[in-house]
């Protein structure tokens, strides 16, 4: 079993910025992909950004140039550093944990209790 605890969820201003933190404790050994998702209300839960192990990096096309993944391995951590934000990115966003096998194969094990990112003015 693996623990996700997220962190660093808000309200933020239009342009602004926010840090998300994941933080993964258990059988971490077992997983060795995490990343964001985010759920907007009325709309499908979707992939932000994941980072593997390996550094394989993955981003939506709505996110890219704007979020940054990345990770501290000794804290078993995630971040995902939002700049430029839209009120459009106001979703819950989840953090996830599990196995990278290719681009196309992989699991999502685990989720976060998810933290709410608001963009208003």
């Known amino acids: 079993q693996v623990q996700l605890v997220e962190s660093g969820g808000g309200l933020v201003q239009p342009g602004g910025s926010l840090r998300l933190s994941c933080a993964a404790s258990g059988s971490i050994f077992s997983i060795n992909r995490m990343g964001w998702y985010r759920q907007a209300p009325g709309k499908q839960r979707r992939l932000v950004a994941t980072i593997t192990t390996s550094g394989i990096l993955t981003y939506a096309d709505s996110v890219k140039g704007r979020f940054t993944i990345s990770s501290d391995d000794a804290k078993n951590t995630v971040y995902l550093q939002m700049s430029s934000l839209k009120p459009e990115d106001t979703a819950v966003y989840y953090c996830?944990?599990?196995?990278?096998?290719?681009?196309?194969?992989?699991?999502?094990?685990?989720w976060g209790q998810g933290t709410q990112v608001t963009v208003s003015s």
């Open positions: 996830v944990a599990g196995k990278y096998y290719s681009a196309s194969y992989y699991s999502n094990d685990y």
